[in-house]
């Protein structure tokens, strides 16, 4: 049970840590919504050759923003590795008696509920604006 709240407590130190640097977490939301709105209604006139009638461009944007957002998501996460690393907490929390893995997974954790919350929210814009 001891592990399970090292894991829990990661979690929040990631979440804190989002909502503290409100500039990752806009422009982590806010440029996938203007790709989807800009590029949606930019190329929805397009057909795609080679494809049956009906299938637009716009078909293929919704999914491939939201893997780029989990994906570029993968890379702010490692960043963020990289900064705890270089400011020293890594190595305290080694020396702690918490076991390596649970502070591993709550980080983990944390940032993976951001990257679905934000892919979430990605295709309820979508399916909105008529995505499918």
Do not use: N
Not at 68 to 91: K, N, W
């Amino acid at each position: 049970m001891k592990d399970l709240a090292v894991v829990w407590v990661a979690a929040k130190r990631t979440w804190i840590k989002t909502l503290r640097w409100p500039g990752t977490l806009t422009f982590s939301f806010v440029q996938p919504l203007m790709w989807i709105v800009f590029f949606g209604f930019l190329m929805q006139k397009f057909e795609l050759r080679g494809l049956p009638a009906g299938i637009s461009y716009r078909d293929f944007l919704l999914p491939g923003i939201c893997a780029m957002t989990v994906l570029f998501g993968a890379s702010q996460m490692g960043a963020s590795y990289i900064r705890d690393l270089q400011s020293g907490f890594l190595q305290r929390m080694v020396t702690t008696p918490a076991p390596r893995w649970a502070m591993h997974l709550g980080k983990i954790f944390g940032d993976t509920t951001r990257l679905m919350a934000q892919a979430i929210v990605l295709l309820i814009v979508g399916r909105i604006l008529g995505m499918h």
